[in-house]
């Protein structure tokens, strides 16, 4: 067997031996308890209104993020002097990343059924999506949102020479996705530019577009749906929610790339770190 | 005391091998201990090494143990020595200049065409490696073309030692007629004469090979090598050799606008089974001098040069192929605390030794460090739940399955009462028995005086503030050298500040005393 490809199965079965004799479980149960008041407070209003469900999805994309970060940033800044004298050894740094990259995936995957099914729970989803039923593409999402939020975060913990110094950038990370999602403020320039690299933007692109928020018949503005005044009201249409195909995919694509550059990030940064091993 | 009279006794001769190849005639195992003569096997010959060829006078050779190491000078005869393909000069009425012997050189008594080598060539392979009862092999190469070398492979050139890969390298004949040896990709690599190969080499008359701990001789027409015995569970005192030669000439900080040194001219050998204090005074360079041990000869802006040799191959210039030999073990593990024993080091071994190795080959690797390190009662328990001790053997587990030799430890005993300090510093004394050495950097070294082997001590002279070797010998003699009941003291005596100051007066009498 390739070297690489066995230090990779071995770290592999390391990551779900350390995530159970370090009950990292407990993971997954946070995040259930997460989605759960998540869902709990933005079910009742989800697809009454544009503004509700946008702000339901964002509360949604924000717990993913949140939950995925969270599985990983101390995982890697606590292991530094245990990779230096690996690397040593003979560790291919690629091999030690990709293994927290696969396990973790099935970790996320745990966690996004649990997100899906809650949700599922309090919300009414609509049966109809871009390319496939609602619920499939919004589970997809969720877990694309999840483990790219989880590569990000052994991105972080990779160049973070501790775990304080990683917890301590963990808030910044949480704000700059939350700020760069386009649901709080309106982007432009430069901002619009950093907020194609975050998970936030295409996390939302993707539920959008899977929600036809564009639809206006069925999604009517809050102040058309509380005035008859506004009935007539227009709102305006935003790209990024087009429920097109090729608008989803290229929400997916985008969080497939921004998590691809992570990973890459991670090894270069952990070869540099270990560069006179 | 200032005016007392302190003698001092340098290290005895160590046993060295010299493995002695005469055409017709077998393979000649000598054992050097202290001065030797090499000459012509004739009557009333005084020589300690008789040699039959024609073409080796009668007095040819002086084999010279000084300095703590050997070193031979050809005595000005008719066909000269040739000291690794290079012939020395002869400088006086004596002789050449003695040269310093180190693992693995080849002394030649040959014509002046090394490629066209006489029919009476001798060749003479020093070594501070190989056993005295080492086995020697011979596979004939007449009549082939292609012959392989690996591990347990019970056709071509099959090598009992582990670290060979199963399909290590390839003897192959060119079209041309010349032999050459091809790594295959080896995950320890291929040496020929102390220099790592990438890819293939041709091979010329008297080449040693490395291959792993393995050595072979290629003669043109066969290939001599050695069969590496596994490590025994108890080592024999006799039977130690050097595994070690550290010569760091020195080592620079080098700032863009001012150059300091912080270690200059460190010399010692260090031997399997060694348990070696490290002391030094504050600023002496025990960091620098343990980085430069590790091979990293460029680190924080310090920059050692010099050399370290593992079986005369050189560290810093075969880095990728001897890092494994030396290991630092920091002040606090490096090993996963929820992990078990035997998954640390299992995982280890396979994550490193796989693709090469069955699974079996990796139990029989663990099963036979754990019996060594004595590691079986503990291979369920997590690494948190170890003692200091058992964690810092643990660690040395970890380095043994991938075959280092060499281990530092950097105060393993700081925070730790004194029994249990005594009682870490008996585990690492176990482990040495199985033939590791081990250096130690301690704070408390009175604890186990009696259990460290040697003492190595660095300190900072006031006259260029550059660390140096103050001393390097057994315990008892650095008692009497510098005039202290308590190693603990001897810090005191060469510390500037808090102590006596007397750091260049043991400089300078340990460099007179090595100058004999």
């Keep these: 067997m390739n070297k690489r490809l066995a230090q990779l199965n071995v770290y592999f079965k390391k990551n779900f031996r350390l995530f159970m004799n370090q009950r990292n479980w407990k993971f997954i149960v946070i995040a259930a308890v997460i989605s759960f008041l998540v869902c709990a407070i933005v079910g009742k209003n989800m697809y009454n209104t544009f503004e509700d469900t946008q702000s339901g999805f964002f509360a949604i994309i924000s717990a993913a993020i949140w939950v995925g970060i969270f599985n990983s940033i101390q995982r890697i800044c606590k292991e530094h002097n245990t990779i230096a004298a690996e690397y040593r050894s003979g560790l291919h740094i690629s091999s030690y990343i990709m293994s927290h990259v696969l396990f973790d995936f099935f970790v996320c995957l745990c966690q996004a059924i649990l997100l899906m099914v809650i949700c599922c729970a309090f919300i009414d989803f609509p049966s109809d999506g871009t390319i496939m039923a609602a619920i499939p593409e919004y589970f997809i999402t969720l877990l694309l949102v999840i483990w790219g939020a989880d590569i990000m975060g052994i991105m972080i913990s990779s160049v973070s020479s501790n775990p304080n110094v990683a917890m301590t950038a963990m808030p910044f990370v949480l704000i700059l996705q939350l700020v760069m999602s386009g649901v709080l403020f309106k982007l432009e320039g430069w901002s619009e530019t950093i907020a194609n690299i975050t998970y936030s933007k295409w996390g939302m692109s993707a539920l959008g577009s899977t929600a036809d928020l564009n639809n206006g018949n069925e999604l009517p503005s809050r102040i058309s749906a509380l005035d008859p005044m506004f009935a007539g009201f227009k709102r305006e249409m935003i790209d990024m929610y087009e429920h097109e195909a090729g608008t989803l995919l290229a929400a997916w694509g985008m969080i497939a790339l921004i998590s691809v550059v992570c990973i890459v990030v991670s090894i270069l940064s952990l070869k540099f770190r270990n560069r006179n091993s | ?516």
């Design chain 2, 1 to 516: 005391m200032d005016n007392k009279t302190v003698y001092y006794r340098p290290l005895p001769p160590k046993p060295a091998t010299l493995l002695v190849l005469e055409p017709n005639d077998g393979i000649r195992v000598v054992t050097l201990e202290g001065d030797m003569k090499m000459g012509r096997d004739v009557q009333g010959s005084m020589c300690d090494i008789k040699l039959r060829s024609g073409i080796v006078s009668r007095d040819h050779g002086d084999f010279i143990f000084a300095d703590g190491s050997y070193h031979y000078r050809d005595n000005n005869s008719l066909n000269g020595t040739y000291y690794n393909g290079i012939k020395l000069e002869s400088i006086n009425e004596r002789g050449t200049r003695a040269v310093r012997l180190q693992d693995g050189d080849v002394l030649r008594i040959d014509r002046k065409k090394l490629d066209e080598p006489h029919p009476e060539a001798v060749v003479a392979i020093f070594s501070t490696s190989f056993g005295k009862d080492e086995k020697w092999n011979r596979c004939y190469l007449r009549g082939q073309n292609m012959v392989p070398i690996g591990r347990n492979t019970g056709y071509g050139i099959s090598l009992t030692d582990f670290m060979a890969s199963r399909n290590h390298a390839t003897l192959m004949l060119t079209p041309e007629g010349r032999w050459k040896i091809v790594d295959n990709g080896s995950t320890n690599g291929v040496a020929v004469n102390k220099e790592a190969i990438v890819g293939e080499r041709l091979l010329s008359p008297f080449d040693v090979i490395r291959i792993a701990n393995t050595t072979l001789i290629f003669l043109e027409d066969e290939v001599i090598y050695n069969t590496v015995q596994s490590r025994p569970q108890h080592f024999d005192d006799s039977s130690r050799q050097v595994i070690m030669n550290v010569n760091i000439q020195k080592a620079t900080t080098s700032g863009i606008f001012k150059k300091r040194d912080l270690l200059r001219d460190i010399r010692l050998d260090v031997e399997n089974g060694d348990l070696i204090l490290i002391l030094g005074g504050s600023g002496a360079g025990k960091t620098t001098f343990i980085n430069a041990l590790r091979g990293k000869i460029s680190q924080s802006g310090v920059r050692s040069t010099g050399q370290v040799l593992f079986g005369g191959m050189d560290l810093y210039k075969n880095f990728k192929m001897l890092k494994n030999k030396v290991g630092l073990v920091p002040q606090f593990p490096t090993t996963r605390d929820e992990d078990t024993v035997y998954h640390t080091v299992h995982d280890m071994a396979t994550s490193m030794l796989a693709g090469d190795y069955t699974p079996q080959e990796i139990q029989m690797r663990i099963k036979d460090v754990f019996d060594r390190l004595m590691l079986n009662s503990l291979r369920d328990r997590f690494i948190k739940n170890l003692s200091g001790g058992q964690k810092k053997r643990a660690e040395v587990a970890l380095g043994s399955v991938l075959d280092q030799e060499v281990f530092i430890l950097d105060e393993p005993d700081s925070g730790m009462d004194f029994a249990t300090r005594v009682d870490l510093m008996k585990t690492l004394k176990s482990c040495t028995e199985t033939g590791e050495a081990i250096l130690v950097i301690s704070h408390a070294p009175d604890d186990a005086a009696d259990l460290y082997t040697k003492v190595i001590v660095l300190a900072k002279s006031q006259r260029d503030e550059v660390g140096h070797l103050a001393y390097y010998g057994d315990v008892a003699n650095a008692y009497s050298f510098f005039g202290v009941n308590k190693l603990s003291e001897i810090v005191m005596e060469i510390n500037y500040e808090g102590g006596k100051g007397r750091a260049d007066e043991f400089i300078q009498k340990f460099e007179m005393t090595r100058r004999g």
